[in-house]
């Protein structure tokens, strides 16, 4: 189990706060992260979901969520997801994002990233994580594809 999942695990026993204690942790080792502060719902391997929150630090000049900062929750979950998922012997870097935006994301949006266990064994070293950012009424407002490139740890 990797040290990021580990940690989830701890944290996200302890209702309510332990999710928001690791959401803050997780924004301190990538601080860019910090700024959409992410709130982790679910972190798994091969899933991960965090919301960002509407509010005024965010807003794009329609009112609604801007686009990059749901791109910012989408990379937050995508890079757990990849913590979670990548096996001890590889390494993992994102190469690229292709997103659409689809409606105006005019409340919170959960943004969700998966990718299948065989993508983490395969020895392709393009791995496409497919994301996602839905309000709560599932709405689709963002979806796309990050791109990493996994290879073996050196030793």
Excluded at 15 to 40: M, T
Excluded at 70 to 99: D, F, H, Q, T
Aim: glycine share 6%; net charge positive; proline share 7%.
């Amino acid at each position: 189990m990797t040290q990021v999942l580990r940690l989830w695990r701890t944290a996200s026993k302890v209702p309510v706060v332990g999710p928001r204690v690791f959401s803050i942790l997780f924004g301190q080792r990538a601080p860019y992260f910090a700024s959409v502060r992410p709130r982790f719902t679910v972190l798994e391997p091969n899933r991960a979901e965090l919301v960002v929150r509407k509010r005024r630090r965010v807003h794009n000049h329609l009112g609604t969520v801007h686009a990059i900062a749901l791109c910012n929750g989408l990379e937050a979950a995508m890079g757990a997801l990849a913590e979670a998922s990548v096996p001890a012997e590889r390494r993992w870097i994102p190469k690229g994002m292709e997103v659409a935006y689809t409606a105006k994301a005019t409340g919170d949006v959960t943004c969700i990233a998966e990718t299948d266990p065989a993508q983490w064994t395969s020895t392709e070293p393009d791995l496409p994580v497919r994301v996602r950012g839905e309000l709560a009424d599932g709405t689709v407002v963002i979806e796309g594809v990050i791109r990493l490139w996994v290879t073996p740890r050196r030793s």
